[in-house]
């Protein structure tokens, strides 16, 4: 076919090649390390700088997200490090959302910080915020929106605007929208990263990241700090990645309607007292992901209205979701984010007895029977003993 430009077109062939690959109709994992040219110069020589297999998974990626190039790296965190570690150097500053991953904080905190890199938390990026926060060394501004636990929608035209009138990059964690929902090098954004271990693979068996940004900036990330850190995603999982974007189009149209159904019932139960959602009319952030997304993923939190044990309890009794860290694959998976330590969670910002939930792939209704029953049996929250 002509070079597909529909995302569920571009996840089916762009980039497959058939006549390069005997008409396979899957093309190979290339599992080699070395690639000899005595004879002919192809332009490849050694997998952890570049290899066929990850070159058809690069070129359907930065397609998806109308951007010139992606690389992709062995997780998520390997991305954004390695991202980060390219644009910061020793007496930068950076500006970071408070309610990003938390892992990324702990990073800066610690490896960076070693290197004399210093970083300041803003809540919102709000204007306010970046004029008071903002420094003549200030190198990079990084987001995520919506952001971890608490999914906050942030202005990304206007922020990545005041980005670059101050010389800094705009750098973007885009996991939660896929590339389907929200596409933020369109809004401004400079370098737009993945977790592919969540939608983009979905299925909870492949660990990777992705970077998608220009061509010049992506060709040095993958010489310098991929090639030398030795974080190149591995073909086999370039492979099994590609697979699994065969099937994005349609995993997420499913995990869409049934969350929305999800948060609907959340949003109506008398055991819950807030839900966290932007696909909801009534969420704070609504609106703006109005002008910014064109849908919304499987991940959401809410608040149920009961004490902390109680609010343990019911996760625990929960039959159809499993407790776990991760999110984006096939299962139902369930966090706890406000039942972690106070300090922790006043620093991101998450509510007491905040509850994380992935809305899988099963069936709706079987997911809220599951919420219902769990919710129902909580024990009622305890009075204040004033004797």
């Known amino acids: 076919m002509k070079e597909p430009n529909r995302p569920a077109d571009i996840c089916a062939h762009l980039g497959d090649d058939y006549d390069r690959y005997l008409g396979a109709i899957v093309p190979p994992v290339f599992q080699n390390t070395l690639f000899t040219r005595k004879h002919e110069s192809h332009g490849y020589s050694y997998s952890r700088i570049n290899n066929p297999t990850i070159e058809i998974l690069e070129k359907k990626l930065a397609a998806l997200e109308h951007a ?5 790296f062995a997780s998520g965190m390997a991305a954004i490090t390695a991202t980060l570690s390219s644009l910061l150097h020793a007496g930068d500053h950076i500006l970071m959302l408070r309610s990003a991953y938390y892992p990324v904080s702990a990073f800066l905190e610690t490896e960076m910080k070693q290197y004399g890199v210093e970083v300041t938390y803003l809540e919102r990026f709000s204007p306010e915020e970046i004029d008071a926060a903002v420094r003549p060394n200030t190198k990079v501004f990084y987001l995520e929106s919506p952001s971890s636990n608490i999914f906050r929608v942030l202005p990304l035209r206007e922020i990545a605007a005041r980005a670059h009138a101050c010389g800094a990059a705009a750098v973007m964690d885009n996991t939660w929208a896929t590339p389907l929902y929200q596409k933020p090098l369109e809004l401004g954004i400079d370098y737009s990263i993945h977790s592919a271990t969540k939608y983009l693979g979905g299925h909870s068996d492949i660990l990777g990241g992705v970077v998608l940004g220009s061509e010049e900036k992506l060709d040095a990330l993958r010489n310098n700090q991929r090639a030398s850190w030795g974080a190149c995603m591995d073909p086999f999982a370039a492979w099994l990645l590609i697979r699994s974007l065969r099937t994005l189009e349609v995993r997420m149209a499913r995990h869409s309607a049934t969350a929305a159904k999800v948060a609907r019932f959340l949003e109506q139960h008398p055991r819950v ?10 969420d704070e952030g609504h609106a703006l992901a109005e002008t910014q997304m064109t849908g919304y993923s ?3 939190s809410f608040v149920p209205d009961a004490d902390s044990d109680a609010i343990a309890g019911m996760v625990k009794s929960l039959d159809v979701f499993e407790e776990g860290p991760s999110w984006g694959g096939f299962e139902s998976v369930v966090n706890t984010p406000g039942l972690s330590a106070k300090e922790v969670r006043d620093f991101e910002g998450v509510p007491e007895g905040l509850v994380r939930i992935s809305v899988g792939l099963e069936d709706a209704d079987t997911l809220i029977a599951d919420l219902d029953r769990a919710l129902c049996a909580m024990p009622e929250r305890k009075a204040p003993d004033f004797a």
């Open 68 to 72: 010139p190039a992606a690389r992709v």
């Open 298 to 300: 499987g991940l959401m």
């Open 273 to 282: 007292r807030k839900v966290y959602y932007p696909g909801l009319a009534s």
